[in-house]
């Protein structure tokens, strides 16, 4: 049996431009961080020739085509397994639509598997690229390509995504010291509501294709914040960047109706008057996950968990999607 896991991400800076509508004209840029939140895959020779799919549903198939799941279809054919005595299930440590990234990390945590079924070595820079082209190029999902990048290589990390659609990669030069206050202060909130991020990223993306001037001046400024951001923590200035990701959440909120709700409103304007000196929504928008920087934890964590949010504590991953049984 192989096991692969994969983790999660948070947001950092620079979001949004990461999607090909825009960085195929202007260039993107961004600051991501994984945390030990995982997807998990398994893959298991049978001695039956049938493939066996385990995920909220249960599948039984001949044939690979046969499968309804796009994304187990695609990898299988794009890895070109040919054994179809296999059976793969998946588990997460988190539900899909919550913002953190799980369709990504499901799709690299699964190639990882293939790979080392067939005795492949891939690197994070190609396996990145294979997830990418599975969601985006195969099935059309009109997502960027954050969350399968920071996925498979861990770390907080900076993407600048090029007009030739290649990706640059390089870690974020931090201080020990630095990053154990950023670990320690930054917290997240479940709101208690999953959404599906395609049809707000679908609006972003086609009035980017429109070259839409709202839009783009917005990504255009989205851009220059994920480029303070990294100047902000590099320099160990955190309170700084609390100060940029509020600045960032007030410009997404702009992007479309359906990023935020009263609600989320609500909870974000209580946590500012409770010890936030930050924060945004986590992911597309509409649920999910608030994500705060406090240097008063105790009293943010009594005020939103009293609002009726459940906190998830978490802490960095440094090692990206990984084999970690075989």
């Known amino acids: 049996m192989i096991i692969t896991r994969s983790p999660l991400r948070l947001p950092l800076g620079g979001g949004g431009t990461d999607l090909a509508s825009y960085y195929q004209d202007h260039e993107g840029f961004l600051i991501a961080a994984a945390i030990d939140k995982y997807v998990y895959i398994t893959v298991h020779y049978t001695f039956v020739r049938e493939l066996i799919v385990k995920y909220s549903k ?45 369709s990504g990390s499901f799709t690299t945590a699964l190639l990882k598997a293939l790979h080392s079924h067939c005795k492949n070595i891939v690197h994070p820079q190609e396996l990145a690229r294979q997830s990418c082209e599975i ?51 930054l917290m997240i909130f479940f709101t208690g509501s999953a959404r599906s991020a395609s049809s707000i990223l679908r609006d972003q993306n086609n009035r980017s ?47 479309s109706c359906g990023i935020t709700n009263p609600k989320i409103d609500e909870w974000y304007e209580l946590a500012l008057a409770n010890g ?8 597309a928008g509409g649920g999910g996950f608030l994500m705060f920087y406090s240097e008063n934890k105790t009293r943010l964590r009594h005020a939103l968990t009293s609002a009726g949010l459940r906190e998830v504590r978490f802490r960095f991953d440094f090692e990206g999607t990984k084999v970690v049984a075989s």
């Open 276 to 283: 936030a000196l930050g924060g945004k929504l986590v992911g």
């Open 58 to 102: 249960l599948e039984h198939v001949d044939e690979i085509e046969q499968l309804q799941h796009p994304i187990v279809r695609e990898a299988l054919k794009l890895v070109k397994i040919k054994d179809l005595n296999l059976e793969i299930t998946s588990m997460a440590d988190i539900p899909s639509g919550t913002g953190l990234g799980s």
């Open 135 to 185: 969601e985006i190029d195969r099935l059309g999902e009109p997502i960027g390509k954050q969350d399968q990048y920071i996925a498979a290589y861990g770390g907080i990390t900076c993407f600048r995504f090029l007009k030739d659609h290649s990706v640059e990669a390089w870690p974020l030069h931090i201080s020990p010291e630095t990053l154990h206050d950023l670990e320690d202060n």
């Open 209 to 255: 294709k429109c070259k839409d001037p709202v839009m783009i001046s917005n990504l255009h400024y989205v851009k220059e914040l994920g480029l303070r951001t990294q100047k902000a923590i590099e320099a160990g200035k955190l309170n700084e960047f609390a100060e940029i990701m509020n600045e960032h959440w007030q410009y997404k909120r702009k992007r």
